[in-house]
C-alpha cells in the first residue's frame, strides 16, 4: 500500500512539473498578463486534483482535465470582473479598471514565437525585478519548483524566497509588464536578461556557491530545458544557439566532475570516458549553428567556443590552449571585466608559460573587485607551483579555500595544497 502511495505521489510531482508552466501562461493570457492570479488559480485546481486523484483515480488525460479546470476558473474570474465593471458603469463610477486586452500577436514578432510559455518567459525574467527575483520567479512559474525547493537550492531561508516571489508578482503588476513577446526594438536588451537569468540558473546547478554539494543537477537540467525552449521557440537569435551550446558543453561533463563520495574532480583530471559525448554532439551543432547566424563576436557564443575547446580534446593534453587565449582576447573585448582577464591568464599559463602569466596577473591581483573571489587566489597558486615556488603556492590555495562557500571545492583546493608539501622552493 505504502508502495502504491508512493509511486502516485511520484507521479503527481513529475505532472506538476510538466503541467504548471504551461498552464499558468495560457491563463495569464486569458487574465489580461495577472501572472499572480493566474498561478493562484493553477494552484487552486492542483489542489483539487490532490483530493480527488487519489481516491477517484487519475483521468485517462490529467493534464487535459487540469487545462479545463484552469480555464473555468479563469472565465468565472473573467465574468466576476464583467459584473463589477458592469456595476460601476451603471453608478457612474469607474472603480476598477477593466482588464488590459489580451497582446496581438501580430503585432510582437509573428505566430510563430507569440505563445503563451515564450510570452510567460518574457515575463518572469523582466529587467524591472532584480536578478534574484527573475530567478526566483522563473524557477517558480516555469520550473515548477515549490518555494520550499528553491530555498533549498539556493541554500536560502524558506520565507526569503516566499517574499521574494510575493514582492516580484506585485512589482509587475504594478508596473503594468505587458504579457507579450517583446517587439523588435525591444527584443535584444529584454532577451539579454532572459538569457542572464537562464545562465545564473545554470552555473549556480554546475558549480554550487554555497553547500556541501559540488553540483546541483536539477538546476542545471531546468536551465537546459529553458535554453532548449527558447532555442526551437527564438531560432533566428544567436545568442540563443550560443548559450544553449555553452550549456550543452559543459554539462556533458557532469558525470565526471565528482568522484567518490562526491569529491570534486577538476578537469584536467576527468575522466574523459564518462564525458556524454552525445551532449557534446548537440552542444557543437547549436555552436554552428549560432555562427551561421553571425554570432561570431556574442559573448555567449565566444565561451562556448571555449567549451568546445575542451570538448574536442580526447585528452587533456590535446587542449588547443592557444585557440582558448586567443577566445579570451576576444571575449574580453566584448566582455571586458577582472573575472574575464583572469580566466585569460589561465589560458596563457597553458600556452605561454608561467613567465607571461605571472606578468598579466599582476594588475589583477591589485583589483578590488577580486580580492574575496576565491578563483584569483587558485590562478595565483597554479602560476607561482609553474614558477617552482610552491610554499608562496600552498599559502594561496589555502586563502582560496578560506574564501570558498562550497564544502567540495575547499576540500579541493587544501588537497592541493597539501600535494606540494615538502617542496622546496
Not at 486586452?101 to 510570452?119: M, N, V
Request: charged share 25%; aromatic share 4%; hydrophobic share 50%.
Amino acid at each position: 500500500m505504502h508502495e502504491v502511495a508512493l509511486s502516485m505521489q511520484e507521479r503527481l510531482h513529475a505532472l506538476w512539473r510538466m503541467e504548471s508552466p504551461g498552464l499558468i501562461a495560457r491563463l495569464a493570457r486569458m487574465l489580461g498578463g495577472d501572472v499572480g492570479r493566474a498561478e493562484e488559480l493553477v494552484q487552486d485546481c492542483w489542489v483539487a486534483a490532490l483530493e480527488r486523484w487519489p481516491l477517484e483515480g487519475m483521468p485517462d488525460n490529467p493534464g487535459a482535465w487540469l487545462m479545463t479546470a484552469a480555464r473555468n476558473r479563469a472565465i468565472d474570474v473573467l465574468r466576476q470582473r464583467q459584473r463589477i465593471a458592469g456595476q460601476h458603469a451603471q453608478w457612474g463610477e469607474v472603480l476598477h479598471p477593466a482588464a488590459p486586452a489580451p497582446p496581438d500577436d501580430s503585432e510582437a514578432l509573428g505566430d510563430d514565437i507569440g505563445d503563451d510559455l515564450l510570452r510567460l518567459v518574457f515575463v518572469a525574467c523582466h529587467p524591472v525585478l532584480p536578478a534574484d527575483a527573475r530567478v526566483a520567479l522563473t524557477l517558480r512559474l516555469l520550473g515548477g519548483l515549490t518555494t520550499q525547493e528553491i530555498a533549498r537550492a539556493f541554500l536560502q531561508p524558506e520565507p526569503t524566497i516566499a517574499q521574494r516571489i510575493v514582492r516580484a508578482k506585485r512589482t509587475l503588476e504594478r508596473s503594468n509588464v505587458a504579457f507579450e513577446v517583446p517587439r523588435s526594438a525591444e527584443l535584444p536588451a529584454r532577451l539579454q536578461s532572459v538569457l542572464e537569468v537562464v545562465y545564473l540558473v545554470f552555473n549556480e546547478g554546475y558549480a554550487a556557491s554555497h553547500g556541501e554539494d559540488w553540483m546541483r543537477p536539477a538546476l542545471c537540467e531546468e536551465a537546459l530545458r529553458l535554453g532548449r525552449i527558447l532555442a526551437v521557440r527564438l531560432p533566428a537569435h544567436a545568442a540563443v544557439h550560443g548559450l544553449l551550446a555553452l550549456m550543452e558543453l559543459q554539462a556533458s561533463r557532469g558525470a565526471a566532475r565528482t568522484g567518490a563520495g562526491g569529491r570534486a574532480v577538476l578537469l584536467e583530471q576527468q575522466d574523459r570516458a564518462r564525458w556524454d559525448w552525445l551532449q557534446i554532439e548537440r552542444g557543437l551543432a547549436a555552436l554552428q549553428r549560432a555562427k551561421e547566424l553571425r554570432g561570431d563576436d556574442d559573448r555567449y557564443v565566444l565561451q562556448a567556443g571555449i567549451a568546445a575547446c575542451h570538448a574536442r580534446a580526447r585528452v587533456a593534453t590535446d587542449t588547443d590552449w592557444a585557440a582558448i587565449a586567443a577566445l579570451y582576447d576576444r571575449l574580453l573585448r566584448v566582455q571586458p571585466g577582472p573575472v574575464v582577464a583572469l580566466n585569460r591568464v589561465v589560458a596563457l599559463l597553458r600556452a605561454e608559460g608561467a613567465l607571461v602569466a605571472w606578468g598579466q596577473l599582476q594588475p589583477l591581483l591589485l583589483e578590488p573587485r577580486l580580492q574575496a573571489h576565491a578563483p584569483l587566489w587558485v590562478v595565483q597558486g597554479e602560476v607561482l607551483a609553474r614558477l617552482g615556488r610552491t610554499a608562496d603556492a600552498r599559502a594561496a590555495f589555502v586563502h582560496a579555500a578560506g574564501l570558498s562557500g562550497n564544502a567540495r571545492e575547499r576540500e579541493a583546493l587544501l588537497a592541493r595544497a597539501d600535494a606540494l608539501r615538502g617542496r622546496d622552493d
